[in-house]
């Protein structure tokens, strides 16, 4: 088991590009290779293992840039506020309303100032490119699901079903960013919260099911940190703490790029990865996770975060 982890570590390390995870100004990384890693996907999923954390933000927007700049996607839909998401959409595509409001009004893990600057530079983008406006998705859903009153495969099949809804009707390209939970290519994704668990096909599933490779699924995951929470290393059978044994502060890893059979045996074997929600207890951190499934099954796109700090509050700018 030692020499196959060892193995596994050095391939992550070959073909791992490392990234800086400060600033979401900064260039990705070389274009030219990660428009090959997007290939033609129509819609990229952007799984946080964690809402509150800043630097798995920053890369989701960081991402969004670069395949608004260079892959010619014009849609992200936020998971989580339908009606917050058509007021925000008004506002990129017209500059009527005034964002912090409507996102102080939104779902708690919103409220942020990093969803802010994603928002305002989604404005910015438009006011130089009004032919060619970036939208932020508020597809109507069919139905009234609520996490109150639905069941939470039918939740996870709504999800899905609001993204190809709002493809067919723009035809854009689109960014869907939530959590990973939702956005895994699983086709029976068990999550573990603590005591509850839940066993069902999560949208990324239901996505990957209706758009083949059109749907890329890219995994935000991390190794410890504090945010509302602190969050220890975890444990060893997490891929996360295979991913942790690279010594970079941040990279990004294709989970499809040629490996030896000991690697691919690993990203296709049965794996555990970091679920953190609204729920969490730092001292029983293995029970919050994802299973019933591979890595590379889930992911086709992997960045890490050695480490992790908590996001900023609507009104509590850093600097």
């Known amino acids: 088991m030692t020499t196959s982890i060892d193995t596994v570590t050095q391939w992550v390390e070959q073909h791992a590009r490392p990234l800086s995870a400060s600033d979401p100004e900064q260039p990705l990384t070389d274009p030219a290779a990660l428009r090959q890693m997007i290939g033609a ?14 630097e798995l933000s920053v890369t989701a927007h960081r991402i969004l840039r670069f395949l608004v700049q260079h892959s010619g996607f014009r849609s992200l839909l936020l998971e989580g506020d339908d009606a917050t998401s058509a007021a925000l959409d008004e506002y990129v595509r017209t500059g009527i309303g ?22 305002a530079w989604i404005r910015r983008y438009n006011e130089l490119h009004p032919d060619d406006p970036v939208r932020i998705a508020h ?5 009234r699901v609520t996490a109150e009153s639905g069941d939470l495969g039918d939740i996870e099949r709504m999800l899905a079903d609001n993204v190809i809804r709002w493809h067919a009707d723009t035809g854009h390209k689109m960014v869907y960013w939530g959590g990973t939970t939702h956005t895994v290519a699983a086709a029976a994704r068990n999550v573990l919260l603590g005591e509850q668990r839940f066993i069902h096909r999560s949208a990324g599933g239901h996505l990957r099911q209706h758009f083949g490779a059109g ?10 940190g504090s945010t509302g929470h602190t969050f220890p290393s975890p444990p060893a059978d997490f891929a996360e703490a295979v991913l942790g044994r690279v010594d970079l502060d941040v990279y990004l890893l294709d989970l499809r790029t040629p490996a030896p059979d000991s690697v691919r045996t690993w990203l296709t074997e049965p794996a555990k990865t970091r ?20 890595l590379g099954e889930w ?4 960045v890490h975060h050695r480490t992790v700090t908590s996001i900023r509050p609507l009104g509590s700018r850093r600097g």
């Not at 129509?42 to 293992?49: D, E, I, N, T, Y």
């Not at 749907?215 to 410890?224: E, I, K, N, P, Q």
């Not at 207890?281 to 919050?288: H, K, L, R, S, V």
Request: aromatic share 10%; charged share 25%.
């Open 215 to 224: 749907y890329l699924s890219v995994g935000l995951t991390f190794d410890h």
């Open 139 to 143: 597809p109507e859903p069919e139905g």
């Open 275 to 294: 679920v953190i929600g609204p729920v969490y207890d730092p001292e029983n951190d293995a029970a919050f996770h994802l299973s019933g499934g591979s």
């Open 41 to 54: 996907a129509r819609v990229v999923a952007l799984g946080a293992a964690t809402r509150d954390a800043h």
């Open 299 to 302: 992911f086709d796109l992997v």
């Open 98 to 119: 005034d964002p912090r409001a409507l996102l102080t009004e939104a779902r708690s893990f919103w409220r942020t100032e990093e969803i802010l600057e994603v928002v």
